[in-house]
């Protein structure tokens, strides 16, 4: 083999565990040797015993090929090098056609008579090989897909069916596909190749084995798995063909084995919070362009909200608990980031950091009166060239006694809204009142008018109940209607019912007990991910749509477009 030819064969052979600090002992043979070894054996029709004293050991040989044809790794390189001529010659990875041709070949005498047989129409006493290749458009791309062998007799029409490929091939020891092909058909957004965690040699692992495990807990949550034990659960009720398409290898025994309880909480444990917030929400952004929050459309502008949320359960001994802030857009309910608040701080510090990940231009940020400061406005203002409307209460005192003695009552309601249901019948008035910054304005940055909202609150049985919430705005009022101005400081309520209170009623947030390094960060991170892929799918009632993916768990496959199987009736 030469150095060219080597130099391509080596970029489509898995690489070895011990490589990739997985354990194992460092073998003493190197590849290329076994691989010339076993061409020359092919192309001279020798026996192993006759190997000459250039190559290995025939022994070493002999076991090493016995081995990858045990696990059908012998077939892995060549899928690899088939799809890497085709994608160099402009093709697809896969054929869209192929040939199906049958050839009897002669056999030795060694060759056992349980698989040998006579062909009387050639005439042939060997084996009879069924054979699937591409269409040959050109001499670069027909290559051979399958065969199958059997013995000679066997006719055409009995012939057994070719294997059937998975999505993706199995490897070796962990080397990714995405490495010499990129992201191909059959892999999740979560699969492509970004660093990963830390491990406990101190080496970056961004090996095979993280994203089965990021795959499976994807698809656990998304059937409602709401602790690391039922992700586990779920994984050994998963069937052989969900775990291969999770690209979860086979064992010695053959059979598929999902990871234990333990694995997931160590690997949950030590994941980059960071990173897995920032790939899950450049994922859910890449699934519907409705949640890019820089692309301007019609009124009303796209909306995101700034909220925090508290982990409950995740209180241990002395360890608080954990506190996370995030981004959601207002329809549908996605979570574009999120970021931890440190146990000595609170969320204004986080709110900056947190919107560096953005580049909401042009949209509306909607936050609570924790976040109305004005550096902080003032900076998603003149730099990021959003528009904002702040809640204005005590933490503001000069804009909030500004907002208050301003004369609402020879102001008009602007608009007004109504609506039951749940046991309730709620109205909202809203009044907006210019500011003229020549005649002082608001102490505030950047304030266009200012709002009343008046909302009410009538419960079956109760006292109504009564509220009045100011705010200001750098919408002008060519900008946004107080129809639209209501309903941006609506939407920002409704992240409460349509985000938090999902997380913690259908996925039981603040009853899990999950506490270990990152795991509880990365469990919200697995939530806020399902609940984003079935808001752009359209499902209303999520509680509903887990029950129906938890019994028949390959919807979860066909939800993440990891295969190209249609959804079944009753989701």
């Known amino acids: 083999m030469t150095d060219a030819e080597w130099a391509e064969v080596r970029a489509a052979m898995p690489v070895l565990a011990w490589l990739l600090k997985r354990g194992g002992r460092p073998e003493e043979l190197a590849h290329r040797e076994i691989l010339d070894a076993v061409r020359y054996l092919v192309d001279n029709g020798v026996k192993w015993m006759a190997l000459p004293v250039d190559f290995p050991y025939w022994r070493a040989v002999y076991d090493f090929f016995r081995r990858w044809r045990a696990y059908d790794y012998v077939r892995e390189p060549y899928e690899r090098l088939r799809h890497s001529a085709r994608e160099r010659a402009g093709r697809n990875a896969e054929p869209?056609?192929?040939?199906?041709?049958?050839q009897s070949v002669d056999a030795s005498e060694t060759v056992g008579e349980d698989s040998r047989g006579y062909d009387g129409g050639k005439p042939r006493d060997g084996r009879k090989r069924h054979?699937?290749?591409?269409v040959p458009a050109d001499a670069r791309c027909g290559l051979r897909r399958d065969t199958v062998r059997r013995p000679a007799p066997v006719p055409d029409d009995r012939a057994p069916p070719l294997p059937r490929r998975t999505a993706r091939p199995r490897h070796l020891c962990g080397a990714p596909v995405a490495d010499v092909?990129?992201?191909r058909r059959g892999q999740s957004p979560l699969d492509e190749d970004r660093p990963g965690p830390v491990g406990p040699r101190g080496t970056a692992r961004t090996h095979r084995a993280g994203r089965q495990r990021r795959c499976r807990g994807a698809c656990a949550v998304l059937s409602g798995a709401w602790t690391i034990t039922e992700i586990t659960e779920w994984g050994q009720r998963a069937t052989t063909t969900v775990l291969g398409h999770l690209g979860i290898r086979r064992h010695p025994p053959g059979h598929r084995r999902a990871p234990s309880h333990t694995t997931l909480t160590r690997f949950l444990a030590v994941l980059d919070g960071d990173a897995?917030?920032?790939?899950?929400?450049?994922c859910l952004a890449e699934r519907d362009p409705r949640t890019a929050v820089g692309s301007i459309g019609s009124a009303p502008r796209p909306a995101i909200a700034v909220v925090g949320k508290a982990l409950s359960g995740s209180t241990h001994r002395t360890q608080r608990r954990r506190h996370?802030?995030?981004t959601v857009t207002h329809a549908p309910t996605v979570t574009l980031a999120q970021r931890e608040v440190g146990a000595k701080t609170n969320e204004t510090v986080a709110f900056?950091?947190?919107l560096e990940l953005l580049d909401p231009a042009g949209a509306v940020v909607t936050f609570d009166a924790l976040h109305s400061v004005k550096d902080q406005v003032r900076r998603l203002v003149q730099e990021k060239k959003a528009h904002y409307i702040a809640v204005i209460k005590g933490n503001q005192p000069t804009a909030s006694a500004q907002v208050r003695t301003l004369p609402w009552e020879q102001v008009p309601v602007a608009h007004t809204v109504s609506r039951a249901g749940h046991g309730r019948r709620e109205s909202r008035s809203v009044k907006t009142l210019a500011t003229a910054a020549n005649l002082g304005g608001i102490a505030f940055a950047k304030t266009r008018p200012a709002l009343r909202i008046h909302p009410r609150r009538q419960k079956s049985g109760r006292q109504q109940t009564r509220e009045t919430v100011y705010a200001v705005t750098s919408l002008d009022t060519h900008q946004a209607s107080p129809a639209d101005l209501g309903g941006y400081v609506r939407g920002h309520w409704g992240i409460e019912n349509s985000s938090h209170h999902v997380r913690d009623v259908v996925f039981a947030e603040d009853a899990s007990t999950v506490h270990t390094a990152n795991a509880p960060r990365a469990m919200a991170a697995l939530r806020n991910l399902a609940i984003g892929r079935l808001r752009l799918l359209g499902a209303d009632n999520i509680a509903k749509t887990t029950r129906a993916i938890r019994d028949v768990?390959?919807?979860?496959l066909w939800?993440?477009?990891?295969?190209?199987?249609?959804l079944l009736p009753g989701t």
């Open 96 to 102: 869209g056609a192929g040939i199906i041709d049958s």
């Open 131 to 134: 054979i699937l290749r591409a």
């Open 181 to 183: 092909h990129g992201r």
């Open 276 to 282: 897995l917030d920032t790939v899950i929400g450049t």
């Open 324 to 326: 996370l802030l995030s």
């Open 352 to 354: 900056r950091p947190l």
């Open 553 to 556: 768990p390959e919807h979860a």
């Open 559 to 566: 939800i993440w477009g990891i295969t190209d199987s249609p």
